[in-house]
Structure formats: C-alpha cells, structure tokens
C-alpha cells in the first residue's frame, strides 16, 4: 500500500522514532503524543482496520500485543496503561493501517468517554 503511511514508515521511506521491529510488527513513538507515553504498535502488513481482521492475521496481531506489554513495562508503565484501537468512522480513525495506540506514564489518565 504505497499510499498509506505507517506502511512507508515500514518500508523505511518516512521517519519514525523506533522501539522495537521484528518480522510481523513495528513499535513507534506517537507523533503527537497523549500521554507521557504513547507507542504506537503495528503489523507490517498493511491491514485497515481491526474491522478487516482475519484468522491469518492472527500470529501478526498476538505478536503486536505481547509487544504492547512488554514495551508499556519497559517504558515506564510499571502502574498500568491503556491500549487503543481506534476502528473506523465511528472509532475516530485517522490512519488506516490497523494500529494499537499504547498510552501511560506515572500517572493515572484522565478518564475516557
Ligand atoms: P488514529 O486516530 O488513526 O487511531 O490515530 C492515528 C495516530 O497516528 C495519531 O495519534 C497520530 O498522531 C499518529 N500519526 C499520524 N501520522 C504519523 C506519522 O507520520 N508518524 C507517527 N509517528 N505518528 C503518526
Ligand atoms: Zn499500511
């Protein structure tokens, strides 16, 4: 998907602050940062949306939770977190290539709608 950009940022033709790669995901640091921390996690392979989630997609998508884990723990997220996946129109979607927004710090966040 040429068009899409966390693809790009895959395929190394856009920077992005890496913190972890391996062969079915990608973790980076938000560009606009929520929270103290906020990691996105991806799967390299370009999928929309969680809506377009399929069983082959499942190796991928279990990878990119234990890598949401262990990242929130390794970046300061000892006290707990929260991981988000904003799914179309409805869920606020911006960039369509299916992501895990990982948001933390210290201190609790403010509460969600
Ligand atoms: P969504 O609303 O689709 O769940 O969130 C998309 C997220 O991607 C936003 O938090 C936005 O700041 C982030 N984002 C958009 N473009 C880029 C980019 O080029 N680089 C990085 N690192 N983050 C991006
Ligand atoms: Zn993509």
Redesign the pocket.
């Known amino acids: 998907m040429s068009g899409c950009?966390f693809c790009r940022?895959v395929a190394g033709e856009?920077p992005?602050r890496k913190i972890f790669e391996d062969e079915h995901v990608l973790a980076?640091?938000?560009?606009?940062p929520q929270a103290p921390v906020h990691i996105?996690v991806i799967p390299k392979v370009h999928i929309p949306s969680m809506a377009e989630l399929v069983a082959e997609h499942e190796a991928a998508m279990g990878r990119a939770m234990v890598v949401a884990g262990r990242l929130a723990r390794e970046q300061g997220c000892a006290d707990g977190f929260r991981a988000i996946v904003?799914t179309g129109r409805v869920g606020?979607?911006?960039?369509y290539h299916l992501?895990v927004?990982v948001l933390g710090g210290p201190d609790p966040l403010p509460p969600m709608l």
Do not use: M, P, R, T
Not at 28 to 32: A, E, L, P, V
Not at 92 to 95: A, G
């Open positions: 950009i940022i856009i992005a980076f640091h938000d560009i606009q996105l904003n606020l979607q911006e960039v992501h927004h």
